[in-house]
């Protein structure tokens, strides 16, 4: 395909998390692309469902999924993967949660790697070496990489905006730096988080749960251009916008790029 994109969740990040991190490259971020601080989440805003929503541009209520317990929807919508894969694109996947890999349906994706968060130490950088080896070697159309540990380790075992939280938003955002600059102009790249939290917990629906960041990358979006009124829901058909994809009709986000 002609236009390639790389999409990175880092699962957890508040926006006064990835604010108050201490890494420069935020500060690069909105310099060379567009952002926004107030994007809205769905609800209940837990990882899984968040996911759901975020490949399928429907809410909990449509797709089913409402824990991350996963369970085969009614009324099947295809996802991103899926269209992509309909298309004749080729995806990947990385990722350090085992549930994550029910968003994608047997035989969408080309390549996938998953590395327990839980068992093992620096997950997030390894499945970032991981994605980086794959798209100088095999440039793939699509690249979902899944950082959890901000999630995991920080918000759930040291509380949300503890130091430690901030200490692994950190280094999840050098990872996305190292991304970029692989990415080079072949691809739009696209950071954002799946939803927030508060205290050790999240999926209610408080501000501190409901309202991420997101950054984006690449030739189609203006550098230092604050963006305002973008949901969840908006990811995949923006990223189906720019790959020139036609979306499924269920599908009820919009393009951030417009028609």
Same mark, same amino acid.
């Given at each position: 395909?002609?236009?390639?994109? /790389?999409?990175? &969740?880092?699962?957890?990040?508040?926006? +006064? $998390? @990835?604010?108050?991190?201490?890494?420069? *490259? @935020?500060?690069?971020?909105?310099?060379?692309?567009?952002? !926004? =601080?107030?994007?809205?989440?769905? *609800?209940?805003?837990?990882?899984?469902?968040?996911?759901?929503?975020?490949?399928?541009? #429907?809410?909990?209520?449509?797709?089913?999924?409402? !824990?991350?317990?996963?369970?085969?929807?009614?009324?099947?919508? +295809?996802?991103?993967?899926?269209?992509?894969?309909?298309?004749?694109?080729?995806?990947?996947? *990385?990722?350090?949660?085992?549930?994550?890999? +029910? /968003?994608?349906?047997?035989?969408?994706?080309?390549?996938?790697?998953? #590395?327990?968060?839980?068992? =093992?130490? +620096?997950?997030?950088?390894?499945?970032?070496?991981?994605? #980086?080896?794959?798209?100088?070697?095999?440039?793939?159309?699509?690249?979902?990489?899944?950082? @959890?540990? !901000?999630?995991?380790?920080?918000?759930?075992?040291? $509380?949300?905006?503890?130091?430690?939280?901030?200490?692994?938003?950190?280094?999840? #955002? $050098?990872?996305?730096?190292?991304?970029?600059?692989?990415?080079?102009?072949?691809?739009?790249? /696209?950071?954002?988080?799946?939803?927030?939290?508060?205290?050790?917990?999240?999926?209610?629906?408080?501000?501190?749960?409901?309202?991420?960041?997101?950054?984006?990358?690449?030739?189609? =979006?203006?550098?230092?251009?604050?963006?305002?009124?973008?949901?969840?829901?908006?990811?995949?058909?923006? /990223?189906?916008?720019?790959?020139?994809? &036609?979306?499924?009709?269920?599908?009820?986000?919009? &393009?951030?790029?417009?028609?």
């Amino acid at each position: 395909m002609e236009n390639k994109v /790389i999409l990175i &969740s880092i699962d957890g990040m508040r926006p +006064d $998390g @990835v604010k108050n991190c201490g890494n420069p *490259y @935020v500060e690069e971020l909105m310099k060379i692309g567009s952002f !926004t =601080f107030d994007a809205r989440t769905v *609800y209940p805003s837990v990882t899984l469902p968040c996911h759901m929503s975020m490949f399928h541009s #429907i809410p909990p209520e449509r797709h089913g999924i409402t !824990t991350n317990l996963y369970m085969p929807p009614v009324r099947p919508v +295809d996802g991103l993967f899926e269209v992509i894969k309909n298309a004749g694109g080729r995806s990947a996947m *990385y990722y350090g949660w085992e549930p994550i890999r +029910d /968003i994608a349906r047997p035989l969408s994706l080309k390549a996938s790697e998953y #590395i327990s968060a839980r068992a =093992f130490d +620096d997950t997030d950088t390894k499945l970032a070496d991981s994605a #980086i080896k794959h798209i100088k070697e095999e440039k793939p159309d699509f690249v979902f990489l899944y950082m @959890v540990e !901000t999630d995991e380790k920080g918000g759930h075992d040291n $509380g949300w905006m503890s130091d430690t939280y901030l200490n692994i938003i950190s280094t999840a #955002i $050098g990872n996305v730096k190292r991304v970029v600059k692989e990415a080079g102009e072949e691809y739009t790249v /696209i950071v954002t988080a799946d939803h927030g939290g508060h205290d050790r917990a999240h999926g209610t629906d408080m501000p501190e749960d409901m309202t991420i960041p997101m950054f984006f990358v690449g030739k189609e =979006f203006k550098p230092g251009k604050e963006l305002h009124g973008i949901s969840l829901l908006d990811i995949a058909p923006t /990223i189906a916008n720019i790959m020139k994809l &036609s979306v499924p009709r269920e599908w009820e986000g919009k &393009s951030i790029l417009g028609e």
